[in-house]
């Protein structure tokens, strides 16, 4: 499979040279507690960082060729650079945990060819599909590689319509296949993306998603963040499937957009 490890992530963990042992002086052979504290993040990040489990495929395939092509990667890398910077350390921990997951994730560039489209043929929706090709309503509790489709205007920091956190919404869909953790509920699917893609809205200032395209309500960002109980909802995101059952859960789509 062609593509690589998510370079700005092995530049984060690249050591940083130190100068030789003999030209330091003795007292700087001792490690304080903030250079053991750097020694252990650094151990940390590199079991991430692990090439076995660095299944993050940032390059475009060799069938896809052209310079539209080759802008969609750069313009992909670039954006998860900037999530991989987030000031919200939950948006930084989505994407740690899709590089770190054991099964691969491949990004497509939505394009003419139908069979990059949504389901409902719908070429401005984003989607993430299982590699096995089995119904997404038969869930997975195991490992499943994912292929994420992405319109370009959802990796494209130009236009406006970036904003709106298609590609961190699309990462949790990827996160919940490669980790085993894939519901067989969509709402329950979306309803676990729409909350971390509203974390990311709410720490760029932009509005928030109180519906799933109207569909079903997405309240549970705004739930969690009145309550106090973000990280507990995070942690669903990260450690389970399932997700807490809340008046979010309501059947009434309570409008399109809320803050
Ligand atoms: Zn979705």
Redesign the pocket.
Known sequence: MAGTAAPFLARALAPVPAPARSALPRRAHRMDRRAVGRVAACIVLASLARPARALLMLDAPRALTGSRHHAFYEQLRQSLAVLAESPQPHVRQLLAAVAAAPAAVTFRPVTDDPATWASDGDRER???QPVDGRPKNEGRTRPTGADVYLPPWSVDMRTPRWHDGLLV??L??ALDLTTGHYHPDVRV??RR??FMQNLWRDSTGTPLHGS?HGEFPTLDYQEAKREGRIEEYAAYVFHRSDFPHTPANGPDPRGQESR
């Open positions: 984003g989607h993430t919404h699309e949790v869909h699917r979306e993306a729409v799933y």
